[in-house]
């Protein structure tokens, strides 16, 4: 603890000290990295396939434009990763992984105003799939990590770039292959990752949220089965009208919402900052007066309604061969999201008492992984809080709970600290698109998270 304490006060005597002589030319940066972000949305890593060959030589030249060798590995040859070290001084033993997924979800053009994969400019912002999720905060890491370089500052820690595949499927051959065939990569100081990010109109005060844990992701698929025959004599047993009444139970009674030790801390440094009845409430919902009344108006909003219950979305639905014929089996597909503290096989437990029928078989497809909620007194945190406080003033800067899931988890399971951090402040309109259609990232919003990133690796 001592030793973390002296590492933290090292760090904000650092954070006074003077910037660098020559100022660094932000618009200029921000172009050339607008540009380069719009080439790396060009190169199409859908996941399926998720093939990461391009994604990762084109890394792998940014690094190298940098001064950064790096080197390529996998568990298959079109999942390649990337790994490139920029050296330390040597004095701590461990490095700080900047952690970046190759892999982007499909994206049906049809549905986008611009072509998911062209890069476009429009309105001061760039189009594609992947500029929120991940490639927006890939390049503003990589442009850091040039421009520290540049400035001649070697920090203390090694600094990692690792960039992986198959985050968007669970990551089999991806970093959950690191953590079985290479650990030692997993072995860090600390982990910078995707998760948190700023939303202007999301309270009364716009907030920049740093992810210090996540929801359990839990994927179950809902099978019935039953007698087939002609459409002509319909069947009351029949396995697509079970599954469907199976379904409706499951989605009109959600579980009931409760307030997480991480919830609360967020809506309650959000509410110091808010005045007014909204932040009155806010900074107190632990008291079950103001939960009971304030419950309601959480659960309106899609955002503080995931943070304060375990969630279940309806997301496949499979049956059928014939028009003119029963089948004889139905499946579905639900993402169920887990508070950090619920225990996952009551949670099944639970969701088989409510669909109360014997014939519905539940299949886990994915199971999730409890982690620990990172520590807030690490010297990447202090210093990610202070270049988020320094480039957006005024600003709420709160730890919280990112609600999908992130590869931070394979971290966190070996009790190494990591967080989610977009450094980016948008309204909910824009961080909305994100696996949604017409996913953009305005170019100065670019600009702002570099010079986070910048100055957060700056300080260490």
């Known amino acids: 603890m001592m030793r973390r304490l002296a590492a933290v006060a090292l760090l904000i005597c650092t954070y006074a000290a003077p910037a660098l002589a020559a100022p660094l030319d932000w618009d200029k940066i921000t172009a050339a990295a607008a540009d380069r972000l719009s080439g790396y949305i060009r190169i199409d890593s859908t996941n399926p396939p998720g093939d990461t060959v391009r994604t990762a030589a084109f890394l792998g030249t940014e690094l190298r434009i940098a001064g950064i060798e790096s080197e390529t590995f996998g568990a298959t040859p079109t999942k390649p990763f990337l790994i490139g070290r920029l050296k330390g001084t040597g004095g701590l033993p461990k490095p700080i992984v900047l952690l970046s997924h190759m892999d982007?979800?499909?994206?049906?053009?049809?549905?986008?105003?611009?072509?998911p994969f062209a890069g476009d400019f429009r309105d001061g912002m760039v189009y594609g799939r992947g500029a929120l999720d991940m490639k927006g905060l890939t390049i503003a890491m990589t442009t850091a990590l040039r421009l520290l370089v540049e400035s001649g500052k070697t920090p203390r820690h090694d600094i990692v770039f690792l960039a992986v595949p198959d985050e968007e499927v669970g990551g089999t051959q991806g970093t959950a292959w690191l953590a079985q065939h290479r650990p030692d990569v997993l072995?860090?100081?600390?982990?910078?990752?995707?998760?948190?990010?700023?939303?202007?109109?999301?309270?009364?005060?716009?907030a920049l949220f740093i992810s210090v844990t996540e929801k359990q992701v839990l994927w179950l698929k809902l099978i019935a089965e039953g007698p087939s025959g002609h459409?002509?004599?319909?069947?009351?047993?029949?396995?697509?009208?079970?599954?469907?009444?199976?379904?409706?139970?499951?989605?009109?009674?959600p579980p009931a919402p409760r307030l997480t030790p991480v919830a609360r801390d967020v809506f309650r440094n959000v509410g110091a900052h808010i005045g007014g009845l909204e932040g009155f409430a806010m900074r107190r919902l632990s008291n079950p007066v103001v939960w009971l009344f304030a419950d309601g108006l959480l659960q309106q909003e899609p955002w503080s309604a995931a943070m304060t219950r375990d969630t279940i979305a309806l997301t496949m639905l499979?049956?059928?061969?014939?028009?003119?014929?029963i089948p004889e089996r139905a499946e579905a597909v639900i993402d169920c999201r887990l508070l950090p503290d619920t225990q996952p096989?009551?949670?099944?437990?639970?969701?088989?008492?409510?669909?109360?029928?014997?014939?519905?078989?539940?299949?886990?497809?994915?199971?999730p992984e409890t982690t620990p909620a990172s520590p807030l007194d690490t010297p990447l945190f202090v210093a990610m809080q202070h270049a988020a406080q320094q480039v957006y003033p005024g600003v709420v800067v709160a730890p919280s709970m990112t609600l999908g899931g992130t590869d931070s988890?394979?971290?966190?399971?070996?009790?190494?600290p990591?967080?989610?951090?977009?450094?980016?402040?948008?309204?909910k309109e824009i961080t909305a698109t994100v696996h949604g259609s017409d996913e953009r990232l305005p170019v100065a919003a670019l600009g702002q998270a570099i010079r986070v990133v910048y100055e957060a690796l700056r300080q260490l």
């Open 418 to 427: 990591a967080y989610g951090f977009f450094p980016v402040l948008l309204p």
């Open 187 to 206: 072995d860090a100081d600390a982990v910078w990752d995707e998760g948190g990010i700023g939303i202007t109109d999301l309270f009364a005060a716009p």
């Open 104 to 115: 982007v979800v499909p994206a049906d053009a049809a549905r986008w105003t611009l072509p």
């Open 409 to 416: 988890r394979f971290f966190r399971q070996r009790g190494v």
């Open 231 to 253: 459409a002509s004599r319909p069947l009351h047993d029949a396995a697509p009208r079970r599954l469907i009444e199976a379904l409706n139970r499951v989605v009109d009674n």
């Open 345 to 367: 096989q009551a949670f099944i437990d639970q969701l088989t008492k409510r669909i109360n029928d014997a014939g519905i078989h539940i299949e886990v497809l994915q199971e």
């Open 318 to 325: 499979d049956a059928g061969y014939k028009p003119n014929v």
